[in-house]
């Protein structure tokens, strides 16, 4: 059972536009969201985060918004940039203090020039 | 500061053999956590190792193992390879488990397992 949810295997948008992607989770145990960034042949990098407790984080062109009641989360670039083009993970932790995230199945994002 | 290390890069085995990866986490981090990554399945926790001692464990069968080393090296071992056991293999390190801040998690390159 898939606890975490990204349904648009990839989006494609033009340079300077935004690009929302989004997730959505079951577990309404998960309090800390994250979002992380891949290029091929690297390893995923921390990209922004968001606890349950808040329902918008913002880092520079980054900005994560939570809806709990709707247990769906969003990750807005603005503005998109050819250099963002990457698979974006969505994951979330269970309360306990555990390391243990469990990822959504990605979303391709390709940023246009 | 040198990040996660993973070794090898590549690896390609047959079916009914073991495999051992290996993973340096980022020098004074003492939490190793491991990861599948397949296109079917996406990322999936496998486990994770605090001081030597396993902390939590995903849901995969019992030919996946892992331990820790008092150095906070981390090896994980498949046996009996199977064709759906080809994936990234991801480890990511952190100073210490359960502080909440998920972020601290730092991955490394993975190394690719192809069973043939």
């Known amino acids: 059972d898939q606890q975490v949810k990204q349904n648009s295997p990839s989006l494609s948008v033009q340079e300077g536009r935004i690009s929302i992607l989004n997730c959505d989770y079951t577990?309404?145990?998960?309090?800390?969201f994250l979002w992380y960034k891949k290029y091929p042949a690297e390893g995923p990098t921390f990209l922004i985060s968001?606890?349950?407790?808040?329902d918008k984080n913002e880092d520079g062109r980054f900005t994560v918004f939570l809806n709990k009641s709707a247990k769906h989360l969003s990750l807005h670039i603005v503005p998109s940039q050819p250099g963002d083009s990457a698979v974006y993970f969505c994951?979330?932790?269970?309360?306990?203090?555990?390391?243990?995230?469990?990822f959504g199945k990605g979303t391709k994002l390709t940023v246009n020039p | 500061k040198a990040g996660v290390t993973q070794t090898p890069r590549y690896l390609i085995k047959t079916r009914g053999q073991q495999v051992t990866l290996s993973c340096s986490p980022i020098?004074?981090?003492?939490?190793v956590s491991w990861y599948q990554q397949t296109p079917g399945q996406g990322l999936q926790f496998l486990f994770e190792?605090?001081?030597?001692?396993?902390?939590n464990k995903g849901n995969f069968p019992g030919r996946f193992s892992g331990r820790q080393f008092s150095n906070s090296r981390s090896e994980m071992n498949v046996s009996t390879l199977e064709l759906g056991d080809s994936a990234l293999y991801l480890c990511?390190?952190?100073?210490?488990?359960?502080?909440?801040?998920?972020?601290?998690?730092?991955f490394g390159p993975g190394t690719r397992l192809t069973v043939l």
């Open positions: 020098s004074g981090h003492r939490s």
């Open positions: 190792y605090f001081s030597e001692t396993q902390r």
């Open positions: 990511a390190s952190s100073l210490v488990p359960g502080r909440g801040g998920a972020e601290a998690q730092f």
């Open positions: 577990n309404s145990m998960f309090d800390y």
């Open positions: 968001i606890s349950s407790i808040k």
């Open positions: 994951a979330a932790s269970v309360k306990g203090g555990s390391e243990k995230l469990v």
